[in-house]
């Protein structure tokens, strides 16, 4: 069952031509439409789902569902889906693809929407050789997520009786399309308000209450105790970092070097894929914070305050080499040329959701190279043949 190559390399230059930044997905999911329709999947099959009415940040379109009927000899076969996100990151802005040999490459000084373009380019192409070879199929659901690189929430916010109880699923996102992602992290994300007070730096310093001095203490206890960066504590391992530190909605922490800074908001993470561990992680944190606010006190003896929330941004999972989505994968890689590496990932994908949601969800990758980076690029053999897995994937008996 070969693929169409050119036209799925077309399709894929289409995509990353298109802004669509993390929360603004409204004008990729248009021409992701246009092109399924142009593939020959009928109007009625295609539809937006509500999911960005549930999300806590502005989301101008929900997640773009297709429902694709069983066909010959295997439309009676339980459901499967194929997923990936239209999202990028913000630095994807301006980006200006090129072909350059068996590479896609960027002509702007951004970075390119490799992540996830191709992905999308990889469904689309699956659906248009679904119908154009008349393959034999289960039913099939097509899911693009919004807002993954903001906090994987539209496959979090997804209504799993919208999507025909897939048995399984198969997720695009990351580089080689023999890798067989079936775990990924879990991960707290959390800020910190930390409350001081005003004063005149050079004439009553004494007075105020410096929450500068604040992070810094709560940041030097906590990487004197271990827990920053690479975390390894007894059998356990896991990550953290320390985000943007601000005054709050973009604004600088500090007035003026004359002014004893009295408010910093900090945002961070921590990650692991023992589900206890990343929240020991994130407690670690919570708890040298507190302590260097009762530390820092004014000639009054009053100490600054520190306001901390953590909520849970995706849990880990590690589904078992022996499930049938997994042995699916394995078998479709092999059969396409490749070879399984099956692996875990130290990142969050869609699949911590999906699995969550009670769906088996391995990730695969689709060219994606150097993410994120104004140095990305697309790797055209990998994705070729993440082309080719799919259509695998959906056709196998």
Avoid at 69 to 90: C, E, K
Wanted: aromatic letters at 6%; proline letters at 5%.
């Amino acid at each position: 069952m070969p693929v169409d190559t050119k036209a799925a390399t077309d399709r894929l230059l289409r995509f990353l031509a298109v802004e669509g930044v993390t929360g603004q997905e409204a004008a990729i999911g248009r021409e992701l439409t246009a092109a399924l329709k142009e593939s020959g999947v009928p109007a009625k099959a295609i539809r937006l789902d509500d999911a960005n009415t549930r999300i806590p940040v502005p989301t101008e379109t929900g997640n773009l569902i297709v429902d694709l009927p069983g066909r010959g000899a295997l439309h009676n076969q339980p459901s499967i889906m194929f997923m990936t996100h239209m999202d990028t990151v913000p630095l994807c802005a301006g980006a200006k693809p090129k072909k350059s040999g068996r590479k896609i490459v960027n002509d702007a000084k951004t970075a390119l929407g490799g992540d996830n373009r191709c992905g999308c380019g990889v469904l689309v192409t699956l659906a248009a050789e679904l119908e154009k070879q008349q393959l034999d199929h289960p039913p099939i659901t097509l899911l693009f997520c919004v807002r993954e690189e903001s906090g994987l929430y539209g496959a979090r916010h997804v209504k799993l009786d919208e999507f025909g109880s897939p048995v399984m699923a198969f997720n695009y996102d990351g580089g080689s399309a023999s890798n067989v992602v079936i775990g990924a992290v879990g991960a707290d994300r959390w800020t910190v308000e930390i409350f001081g007070r005003a004063s005149h730096a050079g004439v009553a310093p004494e007075r105020g209450i410096s929450s500068t001095m604040i992070l810094a203490l709560a940041l030097a206890d906590v990487k004197a105790g271990g827990w920053f960066g690479k975390v390894v504590k007894r059998k356990q391992q896991g990550t953290s970092n320390v985000g943007p530190v601000t005054g709050g909605e973009g604004r600088p922490a500090g007035d003026a070097t004359n002014v004893v800074t009295d408010y910093v908001h900090v945002r961070g993470e921590s990650r692991s894929h023992d589900g206890k561990f990343f929240k020991e992680i994130t407690k670690a944190y919570k708890a040298a914070f507190e302590k260097a606010a009762k530390k820092v006190t004014n000639a009054q003896g009053k100490s600054g305050k520190v306001k901390f929330k953590a909520e849970t941004d995706y849990f880990p999972f590690r589904m078992k080499d022996n499930l049938p989505v997994v042995r699916r994968a394995v078998e479709a890689v092999s059969a396409v040329g490749g070879t399984p590496n099956v692996r875990t990932a130290n990142g969050g994908l869609d699949a911590n959701w999906m699995v969550r949601h009670g769906v088996p969800t391995v990730t695969f990758g689709a060219g994606q190279n150097e993410v994120h980076t104004i140095d990305e690029w697309i790797n055209l053999d990998e994705y070729d043949r993440a082309c080719a897995l799919a259509v695998q994937l959906a056709t196998m008996r």
